[in-house]
């Protein structure tokens, strides 16, 4: 098991280093620690840079707003 975090650790973070715009590698990496560690503070600082990365969700009204230009 240790062998298979410390390679999908690698993976992730290439990834990272490829796309930092991608929020699956973050989401992975807290997986890893999640699964290796089982540390869910360490897996949420990836989880909330993942989640911040995401579009925010638009209210109706807005988009309305928005395309009557």
Request: proline content about 3%; aromatic content about 8%; overall charge positive.
């Amino acid at each position: 098991m240790s062998e298979v975090a410390k390679e999908s650790d690698a993976q992730f973070t290439k990834g990272i280093a490829a796309d930092s715009l991608n929020p699956l590698n973050y989401i992975g990496l807290g997986m890893v620690i999640l699964l290796e560690k089982n540390d869910t503070s360490a897996a949420d600082v990836y989880f909330n840079k993942a989640e911040s990365i995401l579009p925010k969700k638009k209210s109706r009204s807005t988009l309305k707003k928005m395309y009557k230009r």
